[in-house]
């Protein structure tokens, strides 16, 4: 039996933790491009392997927690599947952020040693299940068809996490009568 509950925990922290990537990376490279005046490649360098070990660890906590927990084998299966499945549209926020930066800044984030490992490992990951269904254009295809998927997948994670926040405010708690 799966434990509902704690999945919908879950995968609101996990929308909670995409939106924060992203808007953490996106702050910091704003700050370190626009005010300080670092390059764009230089300050991706410096923020995404940063950002991917937060990520990395923060995954691993929620696995992890989830694994001790006094939930079913069920559930931990599926939080352990889940994470494994939607570890490369989280990676992506960050990555996301620095490509926002750099194109507002009207840079190229190609020249970042972060961001070019990031299109490499992805490729390695996707590379063989391209290959199997065709030739070398398809990874290009492929590739983009990450972005677009990785970002549909952030930011539907991000807008019910605000408006999970957002419900409350608008509408109000639904309180209880209590009578005495």
Request: glycine share 6%.
């Amino acid at each position: 039996m799966i434990a509902k509950r704690h999945l919908r925990r879950r995968l609101s922290q996990y929308g909670a933790l995409w939106l924060g990537a992203f808007v953490v990376t996106l702050l910091v490279m704003a700050v370190m491009v626009f005010a300080v005046g670092m390059p764009v490649a230089q300050t991706a360098d410096l923020t995404l392997p940063v950002a991917f070990g937060l990520l990395g660890l923060a995954v691993i906590a929620g696995v992890g927690v989830t694994v001790v927990k006094d939930v079913g084998l069920s559930t931990k299966s599926l939080i352990t599947a889940l994470a494994l499945l939607l570890i490369l549209p989280l990676l992506w926020a960050p990555v996301l952020a620095v490509v926002v930066t750099a194109a507002i800044a009207g840079a190229s984030v190609e020249y970042s040693q972060a961001y070019a490992q990031f299109r490499i490992t992805v490729s390695h990951l996707i590379y063989p299940l391209v290959a199997m269904l065709g030739e070398d254009p398809l990874i290009s295809f492929v590739w983009n068809a990450f972005q677009v998927v990785a970002s549909i997948v952030g930011a539907v994670a991000s807008a019910l996490q605000v408006w999970r926040v957002l419900k409350p405010l608008l509408y109000g708690e639904d309180e209880e009568v209590v009578e005495a």
